[in-house]
């Protein structure tokens, strides 16, 4: 799967991982731990308290080593992480819906700053209608403001996850911050089997801790961080103009330390997962669905029944969205003939789904590269918590394969419209 | 190498002529209570014999004294002018020194002097003039007037002026503004193991966190958002202090970034004790920005958001701001910071004595200072009148001056007793020339409203 | 040739003046003082006071080396100024070593007039001028039973009264009519000649020496009406003229001294005076006079050390305002501003013959122009202002004269503080 080469240091056989039983929060928060942040800032919010509880209750237990800040407001929980990592510190936090619109301020700006602060977003719908219910729509609306984005399909991927998160964001090449999304309610609470690496060969992976190499506020080495850049006139513009294309190039760069962080995640530790795009029984499929999240599993049961009953179908996962896998896309969808893209979440201004939306962008350069265009139509399902069920797949499926000999509507489908 | 002295002040406003200063000096220097023999003489304007000064003061309308003392020239035309080298300014405490071993009693530096600083005492057949006392003038603590003080604030040059400007030359602050005054001084005493942070406003809009790549400030420093100064700062500290590292964490934020948009992250900070110096300068308004409404605006006052209107000529009611101003020092004493204090660039020992107990608090807990910051562009006043503002601020009780601990309660560092009437103050700044007497009579009402209040908390500290 | 940029010849007031003002506004410039005086800087003025044994020689000094070196000061004591070569700006000093300057400032100071005496070659005598004349004429004092003063001048009056408490018998000749005259008027003056001879001094004013021998006491002087007197110790004291030898063939222009403008300037290119030596602006006259008194030599120092340096702050000189302070016995006189009184002059008198008090004010159109006081104490210094301000003084003259302390220092509050 993984295209990049990796230099590997020698992979020693991973001691016996502890298996056990837990919800998705509390995996998060025990890679948190196996990670050794420096810092963690929490402020509760529904579906995201546990995992911050569970957080806290390693700290206070001895079970983690990290400074955590009870910040009156998630705005300040990430201002907070901002000043620990300009002073050098790997740092932690996780959040949703409301808690994010809030933090948005100081969110735009870490990416900016390139601060490698992890952040989970236990994905939440709303904000209005007022749903403290799953879905997509928090971490979508902000996909434009330079974080690097990955979305988990089952809790034991949310443990790996999030403790691969920090080698990627500190990656040199990268330096961005990186939100980890697990589906609330699906992945928050779900209760499953899990294998918890060994500390010791959690530490051999993350290596040696250099999270302040690039902008300080230390007085040992006076800067001044992010003065005021641009202007009308002099070299304010192009020294604004560097800076940002510096910032989309560690976008890009990310695509490949993804790829070679997950590579090497798999040689220790011996799960492995497609890093930026899955693909389940595409090479001989004639269509495929499109799925992010925890809906693919229900998705994948879907595409096996229908194999069974002799439909070509495959199915897509995108796990990284940003920076959106352009090249993986291209590969897997230039497998197919028709496509039908689930989202658990809306784009207003398109009347579709926004992995819908940016799928189309990946289409039209498949279609000026291989000459045809691949019919393709939107689905969105799952808003407000609400389950995408095997049956609602089994729908997805067999609108997509009508694309293969008919007309591609212009409406999105709404999945769980008349439940 | 220039050298600052302290000196005997005199406000002529105060003097009622009552005399006890000379009492005082002829006690201290000769023994007597002779007037006549006095280094200091307050002199009246009117009819010059001491029966008469009394008699002025029963009868005055207007408190007309003036004073003959010795100015410790600088350049001091008796000691030029001695041809024994008999007196001599001393280069340490700048007092001009009279060595009775030398002089020949000649009195040419009664010639040379303009002022009546150095005179013949006809008792002791020598001249006398003021020594300052060693410092202690004997004359000022009984002035019970206030017309004679002790200024040594000269002190504070001598000891900071050799400490290292941590700033650059050349900040593109207003002219006659006093925020520059204050940074310089603020992170002079800080020093260099601090990391400055300092959110949108004047502070980083003269040029302290640079443009362009380049810094003004020479300890690293930074914009945080206008909205997340404390909690940024925070974070700073905190990593700083988990890696053992003895960092000062200090913020320079304006009134709006702090007691608006910016409030919940400072009450935040302020409630977990984030070990912090928060420094707020508060110029009562968005001055950087164009002179817009903050909380911190005081009731009446003009500002681009808050326009007089059409006003009284057109029959209109005299506007600017309808609310009062936010007391965010005492919101902040309702967090029970380690420290909270006022001060005013008018009164710079004071400030510097709480700056040093708001350094130490901060190794602790949160502390906060709150510094009254007269804006020469924003509040329409001459550029040359940015400390007789501040200053007028304080004599009025439109601002007082305190500290406050949670252990010792809230002390005032400067008396609200006997203040002057607002409108010298408010006449002073072209932001309230529009005042109607209506609100001119509210703003006097305020004055006294927060007075009392403050006053409160400082009786239960202090068993009242 | 050694070259200084700044050259300054003498080394009392005017050149210590001089030297502060240079180094105010060019602290590097190469600054060289030379005097012919062989000591570290005095003044003149303390010299009374170092016959009397009021001053001890050895504490006088008015700066010290440590004060040169400081101020990056060459300072060459014993070193005289022999003639200027004004055309080369080069200065050429006793010992025949040549100086080239940038700015020359002339602080020469006077010497003692001798006056024209038969025979006052044939007698020794003492003047006073000098440091090494002051431990003379103090040691001779001690020795002397029958002393005369020539001249009633302050130098002479000063040490005819250490004569008088060392139980001399002094005799004072003084050709003009009444002592002190152009410091003090006649009733000051009758004030202070009664205070001599109720000591035991003898007075002899509108007395002419006419002739010296040596004798066996010491000097015989035969005065004009034929009268002669015998003299252990004879203190020449009849006054004092610039130093201007050295001029000759500069082209300096000079008259009773060296010609200067509002700042000091000769009529030679970089070459400027200051003090005794120099004749400037003057107050109350239309003509430049020589002023030589100790506040007008430092103002004079300062101006001229200001303009040698550049200084962009210099303010012309108002002019020389005659000021003089004298003790006798105990009292005190006070003399600011001009004894004159020309007619359309109010002069204001008053005289209190118990306390010995007496104040005398003389004003032209309502201005004070002179102050004058015995046993009266006054601000100089305020007086003076009041002069050189010209403030008009019509509604407030009689009470100055009534208590010239309190409503001089009134004024002074209303107008300059």
Same mark, same amino acid.
Request: a negative charge; glycine letters at 10%; proline letters at 5%.
């Given at each position: 799967?993984?295209?990049?080469?990796?230099?590997?240091?020698?992979?020693?056989?991973?001691?016996?991982?502890?298996?056990?039983?837990?919800?998705?929060?509390?995996?998060? @928060?025990?890679?948190?731990?196996?990670?050794?942040?420096?810092?963690?800032?929490?402020?509760?919010?529904?579906?995201?308290?546990?995992?911050? =509880?569970?957080?806290?209750?390693?700290?206070?237990?001895?079970?983690?080593?990290?400074?955590?800040?009870?910040?009156?407001?998630?705005?300040?929980?990430?201002? *907070?992480?901002?000043?620990?990592?300009? @002073?050098?510190?790997?740092?932690?936090?996780?959040?949703?819906?409301?808690?994010?619109?809030?933090?948005?301020?100081?969110?735009?700006?870490?990416?900016?700053?390139?601060?490698?602060?992890?952040?989970?977003?236990?994905?939440?719908?709303?904000?209005?209608?007022?749903?403290?219910?799953?879905?997509?729509?928090?971490?979508?609306?902000?996909?434009?403001?330079?974080? *690097?984005?990955?979305?988990?399909?089952?809790?034991?991927?949310?443990?790996?996850?999030? *403790?691969?998160?920090?080698?990627?964001?500190?990656?040199?090449?990268?330096?961005?911050?990186?939100?980890?999304?697990?589906?609330?309610?699906?992945?928050?609470?779900?209760?499953?089997?899990?294998?918890?690496?060994?500390?010791?060969?959690?530490?051999?992976?993350?290596?040696?801790?250099?999270?302040?190499?690039?902008?300080?506020?230390?007085?040992?080495?006076?800067?001044?961080?992010?003065?005021?850049?641009?202007?009308?006139?002099?070299?304010?513009?192009?020294?604004? *103009?560097?800076?940002?294309?510096?910032?989309?190039?560690?976008?890009?760069?990310?695509?490949?330390?993804?790829?070679?962080?997950?590579?090497?995640?798999?040689?220790?530790?011996?799960?492995?997962?497609?890093?930026?795009?899955?693909?389940?029984?595409?090479?001989?499929?004639?269509?495929?669905?499109?799925?992010?999240?925890?809906?693919?599993?229900?998705?994948?049961?879907?595409?096996?029944?229908?194999?069974? @009953?002799?439909?070509?179908?495959?199915?897509?996962?995108?796990?990284?969205?940003?920076?959106?896998?352009?090249?993986?896309?291209?590969?897997?969808?230039?497998?197919?003939?028709?496509?039908?893209?689930?989202?658990?979440?809306?784009?207003?201004?398109?009347?579709?789904?926004?992995?819908?939306?940016?799928?189309?962008?990946?289409?039209?350069?498949?279609?000026?590269?291989?000459?045809?265009?691949?019919?393709?139509?939107?689905?969105?399902?799952?808003?407000?918590?609400?389950?995408?069920?095997?049956?609602?797949?089994?729908?997805?499926?067999?609108?997509?394969?009508?694309?293969?000999?008919?007309?591609?509507?212009? =409406?999105?489908?709404?999945?769980? =419209?008349?439940? | 190498?220039?050298?600052?002295?302290?000196?005997?002040?005199?406000?002529?406003?105060?003097?009622?002529?009552? &005399?006890?200063?000379?009492?005082?000096?002829?006690?201290?220097?000769?023994?007597?209570?002779?007037?006549?023999?006095?280094?200091?003489?307050?002199?009246?304007?009117?009819?010059?014999?001491?029966?008469?000064?009394?008699?002025?003061?029963?009868?005055?309308?207007?408190?007309?004294?003036?004073?003959?003392?010795?100015?410790?020239?600088?350049?001091?035309?008796?000691?030029?002018?001695?041809?024994?080298?008999?007196?001599?300014?001393?280069?340490?405490?700048?007092?001009?020194?009279?060595?009775?071993?030398?002089?020949?009693?000649?009195?040419?530096?009664?010639?040379?002097?303009?002022?009546?600083?150095?005179?013949?005492?006809?008792?002791?057949?020598?001249?006398?003039?003021?020594?300052?006392?060693?410092?202690?003038?004997?004359?000022?603590?009984?002035?019970?007037?206030?017309?004679?003080?002790?200024?040594?604030?000269?002190?504070?040059?001598?000891?900071?002026?050799?400490?290292?400007?941590?700033?650059?030359?050349?900040?593109?602050?207003?002219?006659?503004?006093?925020?520059?005054?204050?940074?310089?001084?603020?992170?002079?005493? +800080?020093?260099?193991?601090?990391?400055?942070?300092?959110?949108?406003?004047?502070?980083? &809009?003269?040029?302290?966190?640079?443009?362009?790549?380049?810094?003004?400030?020479? +300890?690293?420093?930074?914009?945080?958002?206008?909205?997340?100064?404390?909690?940024?700062?925070?974070?700073?500290?905190?990593?700083?202090?988990?890696?053992?590292?003895?960092?000062?964490?200090?913020?320079?934020?304006?009134?709006?970034?702090?007691?608006?948009?910016?409030?919940?992250?400072?009450?935040?900070?302020?409630?977990?004790?984030?070990?912090?110096?928060?420094?707020?300068?508060?110029?009562?308004?968005?001055?950087?920005?164009?002179?817009?409404?903050?909380?911190?605006?005081?009731?009446?006052?003009?500002?681009?958001?808050?326009?007089?209107?059409?006003?009284?000529?057109?029959?209109?009611?005299?506007? &600017?701001?309808?609310?009062?101003?936010?007391?965010?020092?005492?919101?902040?004493?309702?967090?029970?910071?380690?420290?909270?204090?006022?001060?005013?660039?008018?009164?710079?020992?004071?400030?510097?004595?709480?700056?040093?107990?708001?350094?130490?608090?901060?190794?602790?807990?949160?502390?906060?200072?709150?510094?009254?910051?007269?804006?020469?562009?924003?509040?329409?006043?001459?550029?040359?009148?940015?400390?007789?503002?501040?200053?007028?601020?304080?004599?009025?009780?439109?601002?007082?001056?305190?500290?406050?601990?949670?252990?010792? &309660?809230?002390?005032?560092?400067?008396?609200?007793?006997?203040?002057?009437?607002?409108?010298?103050?408010?006449?002073?700044?072209?932001?309230?020339?529009?005042?109607?007497?209506?609100?001119?009579?509210?703003?006097?009402?305020? +004055?006294?409203?927060?007075?009392?209040?403050?006053?409160?908390?400082?009786?239960?500290?202090?068993?009242? | 040739?050694?070259?200084?940029?700044?050259?300054?010849?003498?080394?009392?007031?005017?050149?210590?003046?001089?030297?502060?003002?240079?180094?105010?506004?060019?602290?590097?410039?190469?600054?060289?003082?030379?005097?012919?005086?062989?000591?570290?800087?005095?003044?003149?003025?303390?010299?009374?006071?170092?016959?009397?044994?009021?001053?001890?020689?050895?504490?006088?000094?008015? !700066?010290?080396?440590?004060?040169?070196?400081?101020?990056?000061?060459?300072?060459?004591?014993?070193?005289?100024?022999?003639?200027?070569?004004?055309?080369?700006?080069?200065?050429?000093?006793?010992?025949?070593?040549?100086?080239?300057?940038?700015?020359?400032?002339?602080?020469?100071?006077?010497?003692?007039?001798?006056?024209?005496?038969?025979?006052?070659?044939?007698?020794?005598?003492?003047?006073?001028?000098?440091?090494?004349?002051?431990?003379?004429?103090?040691?001779?004092?001690?020795?002397?039973?029958?002393?005369?003063?020539?001249?009633?001048?302050?130098?002479?009056?000063?040490?005819?009264?250490?004569?008088?408490?060392?139980?001399?018998?002094?005799?004072?000749?003084?050709?003009?009519?009444?002592?002190?005259?152009?410091?003090?008027?006649?009733?000051?003056?009758?004030?202070?000649?009664?205070?001599?001879?109720?000591?035991?001094?003898?007075?002899?004013?509108? #007395?002419?020496?006419?002739?010296?021998?040596?004798?066996?006491?010491?000097?015989?002087?035969?005065?004009?009406?034929?009268?002669?007197?015998?003299?252990?110790?004879?203190?020449?004291?009849?006054?004092?003229?610039?130093?201007?030898?050295?001029?000759?063939?500069?082209?300096?222009?000079?008259?009773?001294?060296?010609?200067?403008?509002?700042?000091?300037?000769?009529?030679?290119?970089?070459?400027?005076?200051?003090?005794?030596?120099?004749?400037?602006?003057?107050?109350?006259?239309?003509?430049?006079?020589?002023?030589?008194?100790?506040? #007008?030599?430092?103002?004079?120092? !300062?101006?001229?050390?200001?303009?040698?340096?550049?200084?962009?702050?210099?303010?012309?000189?108002?002019?020389?305002?005659?000021?003089?302070?004298?003790?006798?016995?105990?009292?005190?006189?006070?003399?600011?501003?001009?004894?004159?009184?020309?007619?359309?002059?109010?002069?204001?008198?008053?005289?209190?013959?118990?306390?010995?008090?007496?104040?005398?004010?003389?004003?032209?159109?309502?201005?004070?122009?002179?102050?004058?006081?015995?046993?009266?104490?006054?601000?100089?210094?305020?007086?003076?202002?009041?002069?050189? !301000?010209?403030?008009?003084?019509?509604?407030?003259?009689?009470?100055?004269?009534?208590?010239?302390?309190?409503?001089?220092?009134?004024?002074? #509050?209303?107008?300059?503080?």
């Amino acid at each position: 799967m993984s295209t990049t080469t990796l230099e590997k240091p020698a992979v020693s056989a991973p001691k016996k991982q502890k298996v056990m039983l837990c919800e998705g929060n509390e995996a998060a @928060a025990l890679a948190v731990a196996l990670a050794r942040p420096d810092m963690v800032a929490v402020y509760p919010i529904t579906p995201q308290s546990s995992l911050v =509880e569970h957080v806290a209750s390693l700290i206070a237990d001895g079970k983690m080593d990290a400074d955590i800040v009870d910040a009156e407001g998630e705005h300040s929980v990430l201002s *907070v992480l901002q000043g620990g990592a300009l @002073a050098g510190a790997r740092t932690y936090t996780a959040t949703c819906g409301p808690g994010l619109a809030f933090m948005f301020e100081p969110y735009f700006r870490t990416s900016g700053m390139r601060l490698p602060i992890v952040m989970s977003i236990v994905t939440r719908d709303g904000i209005t209608p007022q749903c403290v219910w799953g879905g997509h729509q928090d971490a979508m609306t902000v996909r434009e403001v330079g974080w *690097v984005q990955i979305y988990c399909e089952t809790v034991q991927e949310v443990l790996d996850t999030t *403790v691969m998160a920090f080698r990627i964001a500190e990656d040199h090449d990268v330096m961005l911050p990186v939100n980890i999304c697990l589906d609330g309610n699906y992945l928050s609470y779900g209760t499953a089997r899990i294998e918890l690496p060994d500390q010791s060969d959690v530490d051999a992976f993350m290596g040696t801790k250099d999270v302040n190499w690039h902008v300080a506020l230390d007085p040992l080495k006076p800067m001044a961080v992010d003065p005021l850049t641009g202007g009308a006139g002099g070299k304010g513009p192009a020294t604004f *103009v560097r800076y940002r294309k510096s910032q989309c190039r560690g976008m890009q760069n990310a695509l490949g330390v993804i790829e070679a962080v997950h590579a090497e995640w798999a040689e220790r530790f011996g799960r492995s997962y497609a890093p930026l795009v899955e693909e389940y029984r595409l090479d001989d499929a004639d269509f495929a669905i499109m799925t992010l999240g925890s809906m693919t599993g229900a998705a994948k049961d879907a595409v096996d029944e229908a194999r069974e @009953a002799g439909k070509k179908v495959g199915l897509i996962k995108i796990k990284t969205f940003s920076p959106f896998p352009v090249e993986a896309l291209m590969r897997a969808l230039s497998k197919v003939r028709a496509l039908g893209v689930v989202d658990r979440s809306v784009g207003f201004r398109w009347n579709c789904g926004p992995m819908y939306q940016e799928v189309l962008g990946v289409l039209y350069r498949l279609a000026r590269e291989s000459g045809t265009v691949l019919p393709a139509m939107s689905f969105i399902g799952g808003l407000a918590g609400a389950d995408i069920t095997i049956p609602h797949f089994h729908r997805v499926i067999d609108a997509t394969e009508r694309l293969l000999d008919g007309p591609a509507p212009t =409406e999105p489908v709404w999945l769980n =419209e008349n439940d | 190498m220039g050298r600052a002295y302290s000196t005997i002040a005199f406000d002529p406003a105060k003097c009622d002529g009552c &005399g006890d200063c000379m009492t005082a000096c002829a006690q201290a220097k000769t023994g007597t209570d002779d007037w006549a023999r006095s280094r200091i003489q307050i002199v009246g304007r009117g009819n010059a014999t001491q029966d008469a000064i009394r008699d002025a003061i029963e009868d005055a309308t207007e408190k007309a004294f003036e004073l003959a003392l010795c100015r410790q020239c600088a350049d001091p035309k008796c000691v030029t002018v001695c041809p024994a080298g008999a007196l001599a300014k001393d280069g340490a405490s700048g007092v001009i020194g009279w060595d009775a071993s030398k002089c020949v009693d000649c009195l040419l530096c009664t010639v040379g002097c303009a002022y009546g600083g150095i005179a013949l005492d006809e008792v002791s057949g020598h001249v006398s003039k003021c020594d300052t006392c060693d410092g202690k003038p004997a004359c000022v603590p009984v002035c019970s007037k206030g017309a004679l003080t002790y200024v040594t604030t000269a002190n504070i040059y001598n000891e900071v002026g050799d400490w290292e400007d941590l700033f650059a030359p050349g900040l593109a602050g207003c002219q006659g503004c006093n925020t520059e005054l204050l940074m310089r001084h603020t992170l002079r005493r +800080v020093g260099p193991d601090t990391v400055l942070a300092t959110p949108p406003g004047c502070v980083p &809009g003269m040029g302290s966190v640079g443009f362009n790549g380049t810094t003004g400030t020479k +300890v690293p420093v930074f914009h945080p958002l206008l909205t997340n100064t404390a909690a940024m700062l925070a974070g700073v500290k905190r990593q700083f202090k988990r890696m053992g590292r003895d960092v000062t964490a200090l913020a320079i934020a304006g009134d709006g970034g702090a007691s608006d948009v910016g409030f919940q992250s400072l009450s935040g900070a302020a409630e977990r004790g984030e070990q912090m110096l928060f420094m707020v300068v508060d110029n009562e308004g968005y001055m950087n920005t164009g002179m817009q409404r903050s909380s911190c605006t005081p009731y009446g006052a003009w500002t681009s958001t808050t326009p007089i209107g059409a006003g009284c000529s057109a029959g209109q009611p005299a506007q &600017g701001k309808t609310q009062d101003a936010k007391n965010l020092p005492l919101l902040m004493v309702n967090h029970r910071c380690a420290y909270v204090a006022t001060a005013s660039t008018a009164y710079m020992e004071d400030l510097y004595a709480k700056l040093d107990r708001a350094i130490e608090a901060s190794k602790t807990g949160f502390a906060y200072v709150h510094v009254y910051s007269p804006c020469t562009t924003g509040w329409r006043f001459p550029s040359d009148q940015n400390m007789e503002v501040a200053r007028k601020a304080v004599e009025t009780n439109f601002v007082m001056l305190w500290e406050f601990t949670p252990s010792e &309660g809230l002390r005032f560092s400067r008396s609200v007793d006997d203040p002057l009437p607002v409108t010298d103050y408010l006449k002073a700044m072209g932001r309230f020339r529009h005042l109607s007497p209506e609100q001119i009579e509210h703003i006097q009402g305020k +004055v006294v409203e927060n007075s009392k209040f403050i006053q409160r908390f400082s009786e239960q500290a202090h068993g009242g | 040739m050694e070259q200084t940029q700044y050259l300054i010849v003498g080394s009392s007031h005017a050149a210590l003046e001089a030297i502060s003002a240079i180094r105010m506004h060019d602290a590097t410039g190469t600054l060289t003082v030379v005097t012919r005086d062989a000591h570290l800087p005095y003044s003149p003025t303390v010299l009374p006071y170092v016959v009397s044994g009021k001053s001890a020689p050895e504490r006088v000094f008015l !700066r010290d080396d440590d004060f040169f070196a400081r101020n990056a000061v060459s300072y060459r004591p014993g070193a005289g100024l022999a003639a200027l070569h004004a055309d080369s700006n080069t200065a050429e000093l006793a010992d025949g070593t040549r100086l080239g300057y940038d700015k020359l400032l002339l602080a020469t100071g006077t010497s003692p007039a001798i006056p024209p005496i038969p025979g006052i070659d044939t007698v020794s005598y003492h003047v006073l001028r000098t440091l090494d004349d002051a431990l003379g004429l103090r040691d001779a004092i001690a020795q002397s039973r029958q002393a005369v003063v020539l001249g009633a001048g302050l130098v002479g009056m000063h040490a005819a009264e250490n004569l008088v408490k060392a139980g001399a018998s002094v005799t004072i000749v003084e050709m003009s009519d009444q002592l002190t005259a152009g410091y003090f008027d006649k009733v000051a003056a009758q004030m202070i000649e009664q205070a001599f001879t109720d000591n035991g001094a003898k007075i002899l004013t509108g #007395s002419r020496v006419v002739r010296l021998e040596p004798s066996p006491v010491g000097a015989r002087l035969t005065l004009a009406n034929g009268t002669t007197l015998e003299a252990d110790l004879l203190l020449v004291a009849t006054g004092v003229k610039p130093n201007l030898e050295y001029l000759n063939g500069s082209g300096v222009a000079f008259d009773h001294g060296i010609l200067v403008d509002d700042t000091m300037r000769t009529s030679v290119a970089n070459v400027w005076a200051a003090g005794d030596c120099a004749q400037a602006k003057h107050f109350f006259s239309p003509t430049p006079r020589v002023n030589a008194i100790l506040p #007008s030599a430092t103002e004079q120092g !300062r101006l001229a050390g200001m303009a040698m340096a550049g200084d962009a702050g210099i303010k012309p000189y108002p002019g020389g305002v005659p000021l003089n302070t004298y003790h006798f016995f105990g009292r005190h006189a006070i003399s600011v501003g001009s004894s004159e009184a020309p007619e359309g002059s109010e002069v204001l008198t008053r005289f209190d013959e118990k306390t010995g008090r007496y104040l005398k004010a003389i004003f032209r159109d309502g201005r004070l122009a002179g102050i004058f006081g015995v046993n009266e104490f006054f601000d100089g210094g305020i007086m003076c202002q009041l002069i050189v !301000r010209r403030m008009d003084l019509t509604a407030d003259k009689e009470r100055l004269v009534a208590d010239p302390l309190k409503v001089g220092r009134e004024l002074m #509050s209303r107008t300059w503080r």
